[in-house]
């Protein structure tokens, strides 16, 4: 199982130092996604990312400065996936670019074999949206996919395992990762620590 960590909404002091933090103790993938349309912070927070960490960094808004900071990843909500083209989407590929997206509906999933992965959720209720409640019940098992599908939605280190038998390929933290009683690094030091043993558990026999 993959972790994917996504930003809280709005621009924080010493966000930078703390992504740099996360990935040098292990974390994989970070999704950039704010609220805000400020080009000029963003570039304040990517210019303080170490460089070596950005070929790790997913963003969800100002795609046109993915370039300048050798950013391959983009994401995209699903308002603006569903205004691509198949061409747009053929042009990102063929320019290197690894794509992925929001979704609310399985079905619309069998549809984004150009995806490398998608979220889908909320598979819990919400911690970060008030009254966004999960949209499949707890025996649930997700069937095969023709991209990645991360869990996203009320997601904490004590459901791995239940998102591990739901045959998600990974999962995405943002309200109980950033809402947490202990610190941002101290969640991300557990969840990886669960995922790892998740990880070494022998699998279950069909």
Known sequence: ME??????????????????????EGLRLLHIRKTADDPAQFRLLMKD????????ISIHQHHELAEEFDIAR???KEQRRRELSSADIEHLLDAGFYL?????ELSVITELSSFGYVFYGPVFDSISKPGYHAVQGDGFVLPRMPAKVFAIGGV?????????KMKFDGA??????????ISPLAALKELL??????????ANEE
């Open 3 to 24: 972790l994917i960590v996504v930003t809280p909404p709005d621009y924080f002091e010493g966000e930078a130092a703390l992504i740099n933090q996360f990935f040098a």
């Open 49 to 56: 990312i170490d460089p070596e960490y950005h070929p790790l």
């Open 74 to 76: 983009l994401h995209f």
């Open 100 to 104: 992925s997206t929001s979704v609310h």
């Open 156 to 164: 904490e280190a004590k459901k791995l395992g239940q998102l591990k």
């Open 172 to 181: 995405a933290v943002l309200g109980s990762f950033w809402h947490h009683e």
């Open 193 to 202: 620590s669960k995922i790892e043993e998740h990880h070494n558990e022998p």
